[in-house]
């Protein structure tokens, strides 16, 4: 018998990033559940739990994605959080969630660049779903 | 009043009085300076005793003897040189041997004083060090605050810029790897969205380069005579296939002539800025209204819309380099974030004004003062 399908929540307002997010984590075998801020996520959380959130962290907010992450752990904290974002390579800013104060204070359990190729995405995920 | 630390170096006591009597009350001004600058004085005995001092605090000018009775004077010099501080030295000597001087030019003495000299002499060695080192710092702290602005705006910029090719390379990689089948019809929605994003990142380029003109002053300017009306009429021209599109209907309203001394292009950047803006931020069925009128040598753009409006806090930061005031209203609306903030710099130059009044969800209203006749700042 097959196990029933994983739903990856992905949260980003660059409408393209998340059609092409879509395209490639529904490839990978997983339902996929999209919100375009962080006031429509907010609000679905309310509803809906998901697998493993995918959350950009620029939207309405310069740090949407922290506080989506925060949120998310209070309601749900056993579902493992990506925080996908563009910023760390122009900017200089990093986060490395390597050490423990660090992972307590962003509430996410791995740091990703966009532009990540779909097979270290896959494997990124897979990992934190201990699939 | 700014006061600079002077650290006197002689080993005679009537030198050290002396130095400290003529400049205690001695001040140098300087037609670009705000204020008068004075000095805090400082009295060292020996070289040691110098380097000590100067080790320990920051010291500006040191009025150095080289006859000393340790260390001589160009000892102390070298180790200024070696730290590299920000610290000039004026050589005072008795014996203004050629040999001395040539020594203490290569490490980077600023001037002589031989003695025994005239407290009129001490004084115009001072006036000549202060002011080297006003325009020295000055100049240091311009290239440092230029430089950041620059720094951060490129930063941004690129952030701006990569994220559109990122989208679009990862539509062409979907393409190359076959992802949503073999046929051509299979990437029509990856195609318009391609289209839909290059043409975004065309007007955010066309935009950055108004800017970036603007800040450079590069572009050539032609300052005349020119009647706001037509250059209204012209851009709502422009911006009508648009406002059709979404459904907003734009008015003209010019109460007489008005004519302003001023770049025709730069008006229509500053008008087609605006009046795109209210048809972009407006709901279906909407009105745009741009009014132009004249009182008392200033000419008045208003541009008001019915639009979705922001509250206070988006208002206040709107004319900043790359805001974009995100939202649930606005996430469906493309813009470089760079539109307000070039109408903001032109209207500047010209000594004029800019200002919003906005609601949230009952629209938005810009007003652009100009002096009719203005004489631009000096570039």
């Given at each position: ?23 490639h ?6 339902d996929?559940?999209?919100?375009d801020s ?10 809906f739990?998901p697998?493993?959130?995918i959350?950009?962290?620029?939207m309405?907010n310069?740090?949407?994605?922290f ?24 900017t200089?800013?990093s986060?490395d969630?390597?050490s423990?104060?660090?992972?307590r204070w ?5 740091y990703?660049?966009?532009g990540?190729?779909?097979?270290q995405l896959?494997?990124?995920i897979n990992?934190?779903?201990?699939l | 009043m700014e006061?600079?630390?002077v650290l006197v170096?002689?080993?005679e ?20 300076m ?10 060292a005995?020996?070289?040691e005793?110098?380097v ?5 605090n920051?010291t500006?000018?040191v009025?150095l ?7 001589q ?8 040189n070696?730290?590299s501080l920000d ?9 203004a ?15 002589f004083?031989?003695?025994?000299f ?29 430089k ?8 941004i ?11 679009i390379?990862?539509y062409?990689?979907m393409m190359q790897?076959?992802e949503?089948?073999n046929k051509l ?7 318009s969205?391609?289209k839909?994003r290059?043409?975004?990142?065309r ?5 950055m ?21 037509q ?7 422009v ?6 599109q979404?459904?907003v209907?734009?008015k ?5 002539q008005?004519?302003v ?11 087609n ?5 209210a048809?972009k ?15 008392k ?12 409006g ?9 004319f900043?380099?790359f ?10 609306i ?5 539109g307000?903030?070039i ?5 500047d130059?010209y000594n ?11 629209g938005?209203?810009f ?8 004489n631009?700042?000096?570039?």
């Amino acid at each position: 018998m097959e196990e029933k399908k994983k739903t990856i929540f992905l949260v980003d307002d660059d409408s393209d990033y998340l059609f092409q997010l879509k395209h490639h984590i529904t490839k990978f075998g997983f339902d996929v559940v999209t919100a375009d801020s962080q006031k429509e996520a907010e609000k679905m959380l309310e509803t809906f739990k998901p697998h493993l959130a995918i959350f950009d962290l620029m939207m309405e907010n310069d740090d949407s994605g922290f506080i989506l992450s925060y949120k998310m752990r209070q309601r749900y904290p056993e579902v493992p959080i990506i925080i996908a974002t563009a910023v760390a390579s122009e900017t200089g800013i990093s986060f490395d969630l390597q050490s423990e104060s660090e992972r307590r204070w962003i509430k996410a359990d791995l740091y990703l660049e966009k532009g990540i190729r779909p097979d270290q995405l896959q494997r990124e995920i897979n990992k934190l779903l201990k699939l | 009043m700014e006061k600079l630390t002077v650290l006197v170096v002689d080993d005679e006591p009537g030198i050290r009085s002396g130095v400290h009597r003529i400049l205690r009350n001695f001040t140098v001004d300087y037609p670009f300076m705000d204020e008068m600058i004075g000095f805090n004085l400082e009295l060292a005995e020996t070289g040691e005793e110098a380097v000590e001092f100067i080790k320990k605090n920051n010291t500006d000018i040191v009025l150095l003897d080289n006859k000393l009775p340790g260390i001589q004077g160009n000892d102390v010099l070298e180790f200024i040189n070696e730290q590299s501080l920000d610290t000039y030295v004026i050589m005072i000597t008795s014996h203004a041997s050629l040999e001395v001087a040539i020594r203490a030019t290569k490490n980077g003495a600023y001037d002589f004083v031989p003695k025994p000299f005239t407290p009129t002499e001490l004084k115009a060695a001072m006036e000549n060090i202060t002011r080297h080192i006003f325009l020295k710092r000055m100049t240091a702290k311009l290239n440092k605050e230029g430089k950041q602005i620059r720094f951060q705006f490129l930063s941004i910029m690129s952030h701006e810029l990569k994220t559109p090719i990122n989208a679009i390379e990862g539509y062409l990689k979907m393409m190359q790897n076959r992802e949503l089948g073999n046929k051509l019809e299979d990437y029509d929605e990856v195609i318009s969205r391609l289209k839909r994003r290059t043409e975004s990142m065309r007007n955010l380029i066309m935009d950055m380069l108004d800017f970036t003109q603007i800040e450079s002053g590069k572009k050539q300017r032609d300052l005349s005579e020119t009647d706001l009306e037509q250059v209204a009429r012209s851009a709502i021209d422009v911006m009508k296939p648009y406002a059709i599109q979404k459904d907003v209907e734009v008015k003209l309203q010019v109460s007489g002539q008005v004519k302003v001394n001023a770049d025709p292009d730069e008006l229509e950047i500053i008008l087609n800025n605006l009046i795109s803006n209210a048809i972009k931020y407006n709901t279906k069925g909407g009105k745009v209204e741009c009014s132009i009128r004249e009182s008392k040598g200033f000419a008045t753009i208003m541009v008001t819309d019915t639009g979705i409006g922001m509250n206070k806090k988006d208002q206040a930061r709107l004319f900043n380099e790359f805001v974009r005031i995100k939202n649930e209203k606005t996430k469906n609306i493309s813009g470089s974030g760079l539109g307000l903030s070039i109408v903001k710099k032109l209207v500047d130059m010209y000594n004029g004004d800019i200002n919003v009044c906005s609601k949230p969800d009952q629209g938005s209203s810009f007003t652009v003062t100009l002096p009719v006749n203005s004489n631009r700042q000096p570039e």
